[in-house]
């Protein structure tokens, strides 16, 4: 500093236009912001008013104007109510997400490894279905399969905790989805990739004489997902669960259940009206076999033939304990 300087004038030199410029991205206001979103002015003040996705800059006269982050996180707000997910929800993700990852697609600071609570994992967040219901309603495969890895749950919490909520939500949805994309097929893929990628024993080869429990979907019906769970938590307990694929028509059921004479036989349904005849023909053939049935509602329980060996479950968890209950006792 210059004898003839005084320290007051200090801060003015280092502010002036021969001052080294710092490189800033320029604060945009509402109009410009929604013009770049394609939502109306509206919108946006909507946003700030009820979910604080507002302007985190001021210039002068005391505008506030937004800033690359906050446009970043308005990107992933725009996108994920396009997509169908709840505004409250997308406001959420938005708020959480990391704006050097919004534009890539890249939603929140979901779990790592599949929201593990491992002590090596401390930033780590909690899978909920709305992750699961994001990451399918945008189509990002990767992080589907991702959030539904199943190595830090037991098999029917994981279901009745994640997938089952998260499943439920999207068929609840209408979506615009363009070709190839389906949220809820999506799911189903990701959730059977989980199942197949657990650490589980060695496949048991069926010999002759050894006893297995066969599930079947109802004549006609497309396999339930849950029919996969069922037997992988039948499986995590040493119980040799198999699941009947390809035709599954009446007589052949009742084929199959005669030639493999299996400790217990599940026929699980989603439909409000299955075909449950086959549990009347199981019945008749072999009044001492344990045959437990899955329904979606609980007015076609009423045309069963119940009693000793035929069984009814109100719930998934109930199935899986009666079929645990006649498998340890063989």
């Known amino acids: 500093m210059s004898s003839g300087e005084s320290p007051e004038s200090a801060p003015a030199r280092a502010s002036s236009p021969d001052a080294a410029p710092r490189p800033t991205q320029p604060a945009l206001a509402v109009a410009a912001v929604a013009r770049r979103l394609g939502v109306a002015p509206s919108t946006l003040r909507t946003w700030d008013r009820r979910y604080g996705l507002g302007p985190s800059e001021h210039s002068a006269g005391s505008h506030r104007r937004y800033s690359a982050a906050d446009v970043a996180r ?62 399918a309603l945008r189509d990002d495969e990767p992080a589907c399969r991702r959030f539904l890895s199943t190595h830090t749950h037991d098999v029917e919490t994981w279901w009745t905790e994640l997938v089952e909520p998260a499943r439920a939500s999207l068929a609840s949805r209408t979506v615009l989805a363009r070709a190839g994309e389906d949220p809820v097929w999506l799911l189903e893929s990701a959730a059977l990739a989980a199942l197949r990628a657990r650490t589980l024993p060695p496949a048991v080869r069926v010999d002759v004489g050894e006893r297995v429990v066969l599930l079947f979907a109802a004549p006609g019906e497309r396999r339930p997902l849950a029919l996969h769970v069922l037997a992988a938590s039948l499986t995590d307990r040493g119980v040799d669960a198999r699941i009947v694929t390809g035709p599954v028509e009446q007589h052949r059921i009742v084929e199959l259940v005669t030639m493999t004479s299996p400790i217990a036989v599940v026929v699980l349904s989603e439909l409000a009206a299955p075909d449950l005849a086959v549990v009347r023909d199981l019945g008749a053939a072999d009044p001492e076999l344990n045959l437990f049935v ?32 006649v498998s340890a006792a063989r």
């Open 74 to 135: 308005l990107l992933v707000m725009r996108q994920l109510t396009i997509s169908g997910v709840a505004p409250v929800d997308a406001a959420r993700s938005a708020r959480e997400s990391d704006p050097a990852l919004a534009g890539s697609g890249q939603v929140g600071r979901g779990p790592r490894g599949g929201g593990g609570d491992g002590d090596g994992d401390r930033g780590a967040v909690r899978t909920t279905p709305s992750h699961v219901v994001e990451a």
């Open 294 to 325: 899955g329904l979606a509602t609980d007015e076609h329980a009423q045309g069963l033939p119940l009693g000793r060996s035929v069984h009814w479950a109100r719930s998934f968890l109930g199935l899986l304990h009666e079929v645990l209950a």
